[in-house]
């Protein structure tokens, strides 16, 4: 039955042989890479607009400044990029780079930054998605939390189903989003120029001053807007997908997207700024921009629509890059080696349930609010920025290589920026949640190290360097049947005893005071040449006395050997089935098996199941 | 940690011989058994005030003869009881006598309602104890739920130590109970007859009339007024645990506790009545009634509280009986097993446990709310007293003996009066929640009969009957040994293999493409006598191409044997080191014992443990 869902969901098992490579032309990369990207104006714009409010219209005035000093930044980090991917063609994620050229530690901060990094896109994109569907029909805004995992639940089902059609599925939300918004921009600008701005009479009330407006707040919004920048780095990673020659067209599409990323931040902050624009608080400040431009009728649905459909599809891009790192760093020993584990359908299973379980719960944790997560998003991200292009600098200086110098200034700059960026975030949004992922990068990378030096001690007890060349096999001295009465379930179990051991005893653990005498006589009608101990219970335990059992006759032998446990269990054929028994096999063998842990004593454990027919 | 824990709330282990025996003087025995039936007044008078507050003043003018019909019908069911006492001396619980004079069926019908009986006895009980405190202190009132339900943990946490000194706790709060109530009551009489009924000033606004006073407004006040006799019957069942002579005893307790059964109820609704007490919301009717006696002052709040602790101790009275019942009905194979099994305490742990989640249930789904449960209590109740007294006409009839005619007709009056009732309670409740009880009683019956049944074929299928008288061991023709690869944790399962059987081969599932010769390599330098097989698997699955090259070799044998599979399996020292394991040994177990079940081919698994030092 489970298996029947199961295969309606996700579909059924793939062979090994069907892994393809396929390589994307650059409108199909394009797709495949920019949407994290290019979606991060739908809610970069939301936190400038939130951090300047507070200080009244006064504030809002600064929406413009900080918007162009961003896209300065971005122009810098984008070129900065553009150099990881000609030093990089086989694929240059933070990671990869930091580990290479700073060092493991710095590498694996990276690494915890990066993870945390995706979980919060998939948790920002999807609230924020929901908020710009929301602002379209207010009477869904109680229900953004619900949304949100369900949206979710979809984006997991399908990537478990594996993500075949990648590239033309993905292509359409993007270039419906790019296409819509470009032209709703366009068409603003027009207006603009022909209208000049709004009379301030079109917009509602202006709203209050709450906060003086002082450097700190500037510092705050400039902060949060930063996670425009987020989903550049996208590109970097992915070099190996595109068409030969690989680096330069990776490098053209980014800068295509850059370009993109630009216009598509500057026009819609532009355009807010300059006719006026002020949200209603259930509403996110580019669908306001959106409705006043375009009215409340079918046009500002398709662009509240494309919002939506881009922001899941940036989500989506979460769910291809978690798996992927998570197994790199699982292949290096550093995560669980589950992570690594091809799934029925030729994906990273467990890492795409673990990414969408950290999703559910942030999204849970945090109420949906896209405002609550973007303190833990922006340092994230910044970090692995920082973190990468310092290991470019690096990479530069050890390379050399013609004009490297240039080179490492570039991505000097792109690293001090980002570094500086970082720190603005840090201060500013400390105490508003920026301290959570402060705290979990650390303890991720404690985590790494540990699971690290764990596989690295099995391994080592693993070897079987020093054992003799040649082994003699040893017959087992005794054996031990744990019988709970005289019945055909341990008929086998007798057998299977005598014909591996010269020597073997049945124990009975008398629970019931007098139960033992009944059991000896009926014993003794059937092996009467196999002896039979009842062991007493005074307090009704069954494990206790017989491991003391066990303990104390092979102290008596003291032959160096373990008596080998030669275990009857009845399986019955119905689940429910077992709530009737005591499952005491089951306890007894957890007992031996995991309950006390000495190393060079290992005790044998035999079942000999009993199959029930009804 | 865990068992530091269970030491400290539930005490230490204690030996079997510690079973105790001890009898009860009549004073004791009071208090042992009649805190059910004394506190029932609490709810009852509630409901029959709900019942008819609907219907206005005019409405509650009934008040005083609905009470005394009920009281004449405590009469009835008294005398029948007392019958029971001296036909049953060794206890005669709703379950045995229905089951030896009415046959099987009634027998276990009765048994369901029992048990659903004492789950809703604990959390009517422990609702209305809540409720008299928080007339009291009315900021208690919306906390009802969480308070219901840290008393009920309390109960069970006491239940499972063992309570060692029952008869003298318990006796504290009936007798503060007793003595509070009925002074307060007799103090109310006195100022009756000297003062005259109280002023319609004194009360606040008479009720409005929502409802027509009808016939069935009255039957639905009567029918769930009737709760007030629950408990009655808890001395019938324990008359063993009386000094000698025994069912005198029993029966002269049992007298003056329907008298004191009476007094209280018939006082509180005469006295509500005469003074036209009228509660508030958040208040019971007879905390207004004490409230409207004593004022506000210490001697309300005494009543208030000892009415809290009996009816605690009401609720405790269920943690005796339930796992009692429960065992009885193990011990006939009716129930599983498990519910006869005495703890550490020599109490019956998993059926307090049992009891403690289902009222847990009921309280949550319920929202703490008495009257919500009454009509599921009223229906199970009436139906074991209807059973238990109709088991008694038979057994007089087979019986005769001296003056069984006059006995029979008692026990018949009996059996008809709640017999009606009980008809009536469940056409008049039917909607309001008595079709819960009138369904799941049923199904309860039917889990009976599946249980038993499933154990009669067990027995059946364990029986020696039919083996030969001698049977000879053969030695296993072939063993099998799963491997992850060459290491120190497969040594020695591949020593223990070759110790039992000639014919040893090892089996590795090779998942990534090209492993499969490198592990065939490593393992040829240490073992060149044992084949290697390896086994493709396009699916990357473990277990289904292991089970199936197992059947495959099985078949080409045809030799009647099925080869042991020898499982290498390492155990970690911590806990959470299994999760950076696969654990494909234990999902290799599950599948050898529990995936496939065909009687008669039981292949065995030995567990070779390895443990790892760190």
Known sequence: MLLHLKDLLIGPALPTQ??????????????????????????????????????????????????????????????????????????????????????????????????????????????????????????????????????????????????????????????????????????????????????????????????????????????????????????????????????DNAGRTLVIMALLMGALFVGSIGLTQFFGVVAAPDETILSA?????????????????????????????????????????????????????????????????LLALSTAALILVFSGETHSLIPLFAIGAFLAFTLSQSGMVVHWFREKGPGWELKAFFNGAGALATGTTLVIVAISKFASGAWITVLVIPIFVLIFDRVRRHYKQVKQQLSLHGL???????????????????????????????????????????????????????????????????????YRSLVGPLLEYLDATDAEHNDGQLAVVVLPEFVTTKWWQNLLHNQTAILIKAALLYGRRRAGAERLVVDVPYHLRT
């Open 289 to 353: 921009l959106a409705r006043r431009l375009l009215g409340n009728g079918a046009p500002y649905l398709v662009i509240q629509f494309s919002t939506l459909l881009v922001l899941t599809v940036a989500a989506n891009t979460s769910f291809a890059d978690f798996p992927r790192v998570g197994a790199i760093l699982a292949g290096d020993d550093f995560l669980p080696r589950q992570l690594r584990g091809l799934g029925d359908r030729l994906v990273f299973t467990n890492g795409i349930i």
């Open 468 to 538: 003799p060349p040649s082994l003699r096999p040893v017959s087992p001295a005794r054996a031990v049947i744990p019988i709970s009465g005289v019945h055909r379930g341990i008929v086998n179990a007798v057998l299977f005893a005598q014909s591996i051991s010269p020597n073997v005893t049945a124990v009975y653990v008398e629970i019931e005071p007098g139960a033992g005498a009944r059991v000896k006589d009926e014993w003794n009608e059937w092996w009467p040449d196999v002896p039979l101990v009842v062991v007493p219970s005074p």
């Open 18 to 247: 069907a892994t393809a490579h396929k390589e994307l032309n650059k409108i199909r990369a394009l797709a495949a890479f920019s949407p994290d990207a290019l979606s991060s104006i739908a809610y970069a714009n939301q936190e400038i607009y939130l951090g300047l409010v507070v200080a009244g219209t006064a504030g809002l005035r600064y929406a413009w400044p900080i918007g162009l000093t961003i896209a300065g930044l971005l122009i810098i980090v984008a070129i900065s990029y553009y150099q990881t991917i000609h030093g990089y063609p086989s694929g240059g994620g933070s990671y990869i780079v930091a580990r290479a050229n700073l060092g493991t530690l710095p590498g694996l901060i990276a690494a915890a930054a990066l993870l945390i990094d995706y979980v919060l896109n998939a948790a920002v994109s999807l609230t924020a998605g929901v908020a710009a569907l929301a602002s379209a029909f207010p009477m869904l805004w109680p229900y953004r939390i619900v949304l949100s995992l369900a949206l979710l639940l979809l984006i997991t089902v399908i990537n478990l189903r594996g993500l075949q059609e990648t590239g033309t599925v993905m292509a359409v939300p993007v270039y419906l989003f790019l296409g819509t918004y470009l032209s709703m921009l366009a068409y603003g600008a027009v207006k603009l120029w022909l209208e000049g701005p709004g009379p301030a009479a079109l917009a509602p009330a202006p709203p209050p001053v709450l906060e003086p407006l002082t450097l700190v707040l500037l510092l705050h919004a400039f902060a949060t807007g930063c996670t425009a920048m987020t989903g550049i780095e996208a590109i970097s990673n992915g070099v190996p997908a595109f068409k030969p020659p690989k680096s």
